[in-house]
């Protein structure tokens, strides 16, 4: 299989049907909500929803609405992260960021709306009828806000800053990660998996897969950060050391973070063994992540 | 019945609630979370809820966790609206505004905490075994949605801020306030009903007394804001002229607004006509409404 068109036919998807489900009302609060939604994104997220769900004998693209919501979701997070109070990014996905473009209050406000349409989408008639499961539905319904609430990512995008300019450890590290980055991307692989209607055992073998995942994702972010450009990137590098923010090279070197990344992409890759052939994507988008250059 | 004693009541079942929901794992970020959402708000949309679910023949408190949702997402909106890029207010509910209290950043990041614990709240295991129907929690949950979303207060909240110190008339006063307010009120009586189990005749009833009970809300709103005091209020009164914003007696003068405040508090109470006795509380919190001095 060639991945990398497969994984742009996955993006195309989603890209797609993202453009469908914003709307477009001619008010500067849609103008901004497509704005950086439909900025060109990965959409790894959504593809983990996807494939976790196709892996797991889901039928069709059923699930789509809830990689939409996850990469609204995602894209909610990136605005306020880039505000002036807390990240103050200029540049984000090739572009200006939505409050450079907007202002602050309606990036604030385009956001909040972005959060609000993901639960509208994964609530709605529509998707309880392509899934119907409505346990299911409500399992995934809880399990993204988790990621996203108190305990996840919200709080791991408040420590991270309250992490700035101190001595960190290693494993402070990896915690402020697996809530800012980890926990919705294993809320996407459980999503695909529990829609699909998997057990028990599969979705714990895909939440391994997950967390190995999120943690090399995350210090793919950190090195790419450090030797990126921003041409490549689509957002500014050096910002963590500008800021000073503890990373995964700035705690235990660039080699010593290069094996750590290699690590987490193996055991990534060996959790997904009893999937065979079907998990051939997953597998794939593990190196994928390991190797990319944005 | 006394009302007063029922409504203080009703508020301390959700004070009390809403404080068990609220994670207190010693962070900054749940600290600024707990803080904005106990601060002693009057509670009017999870008394709705409670109410509406009652008098559809809801069973004892089952809808508690609705209430909270509302609350919790009530607040939310609070603390964005008062940021600096946005409204910029110092005082809310009596109390420094969250921004004020604990910097912008973690203001921005406990709003989204609350409305991610908002969702988890509605869709968790324990709130499905309460209410017993999977199908009318995501009725609910959707419906929610779409009052916070870029069709409701979002757009609410955008526009009024697009509207300041321009010319504009009483229909569009009353489009933004429907959005703004009018949404999330109609929603906390819709989910009531709808999680009761209540037909489609009951809840068009229900929705005709909140869009005027919503509507009746904001006209005191700005009437309070233009006679009141801080201390009464809870926050600095006279922000709307301040920032040229246009208000029901901006537009109408301040006696036809008194007008149309009454002639929305009838419209509100007759469509409970049907209820009977059951509807005396919503129908007394309309006066409530009406005649509160904060």
Do not use: W
């Amino acid at each position: 299989m060639d991945l990398s068109s497969y994984l742009a036919d996955m993006k195309n998807l989603v890209d797609s049907e993202l453009d469908g489900v914003l709307p477009s009302d001619g008010s500067v609060l849609c103008e901004a909500m497509r704005y950086s939604a439909l900025a060109p994104g990965k959409r790894i997220r959504g593809i983990l929803v996807l494939e976790s769900f196709r892996i797991c004998g889901g039928y069709e693209k059923k699930v789509i609405p809830f990689a939409c919501a996850v990469e609204l979701l995602h894209t909610f997070s990136l605005i306020h992260d880039d505000l002036p109070s807390m990240d103050n990014d200029d540049l984000r996905r090739g572009l200006p960021t939505c409050h450079k473009k907007f202002g602050e209050a309606t990036a604030i406000l385009a956001a909040d709306g972005l959060f609000a349409l993901a639960y509208e989408i994964m609530s709605c008639k529509d998707t309880r009828e392509k899934i119907d499961n409505n346990g299911a539905v409500l399992d995934s319904i809880e399990r993204i806000s988790l990621a996203i609430g108190p305990g996840g990512m919200c709080l791991g995008q408040c420590n991270d800053m309250l992490s700035e300019g101190k001595n960190i450890t290693l494993d402070d590290l990896k915690n402020i990660h697996s809530k800012k980055t980890g926990a919705l991307i294993s809320a996407c692989i459980y999503c695909g998996a529990r829609l699909a209607g998997a057990g028990i055992k599969q979705i714990e073998k895909l939440e391994q897969y997950a967390s190995h995942v999120g943690l090399a994702f995350q210090i793919k972010d950190d090195i790419l950060d450090l030797i990126g450009t921003s041409r490549e990137l689509g957002k500014n590098p050096g910002s963590d050391e500008k800021r000073d923010k503890a990373t995964f090279p700035s705690i235990v070197g660039k080699e010593k973070a290069a094996v750590m990344l290699e690590n987490e992409r193996t055991l990534a890759v060996s959790a997904l063994e009893e999937f065979g052939e079907k998990a051939e994507v997953l597998s794939s988008l593990a190196d994928h992540i390991v190797s990319r250059t944005r």
